[in-house]
């Protein structure tokens, strides 16, 4: 009986310290991929720092210094700097 109560207490420890915050941080990232908008200054995951120019489904195009234009994925983009 102690062994079940020891195994259920181990269970939730683990849910609460690192299943559900990794859940939550996903949701999050997922939110802020679907509310992306032309015009956004983000951030990529390799530190790129860009305007969004044009976006579609899955892909992303940022411009980028001296008028430079360059696409990536939609899954790319690490924070969005500021929102208009």
């Given amino acids: 009986m102690e062994a079940i109560i020891m195994l259920v207490l181990m269970f939730a420890i683990v849910y609460f310290l690192l299943i559900r915050p990794q859940q939550k941080r996903q949701k999050q990232i997922r939110e ?33 210094h001296d008028s430079r234009k360059l696409t990536y994925d939609r899954s790319a983009v690490r924070e969005v700097i500021n929102q208009n």
């Avoid at 032309?38 to 489904?57: P, Q, R, S, Y």
């Fill in 32 to 64: 802020m991929h679907s509310n992306l908008q032309k015009g956004d200054n983000v951030i990529t995951i390799g530190g790129l720092h860009g305007t969004i120019d044009a976006i579609d489904e899955d892909k992303i195009v940022l411009l980028v």
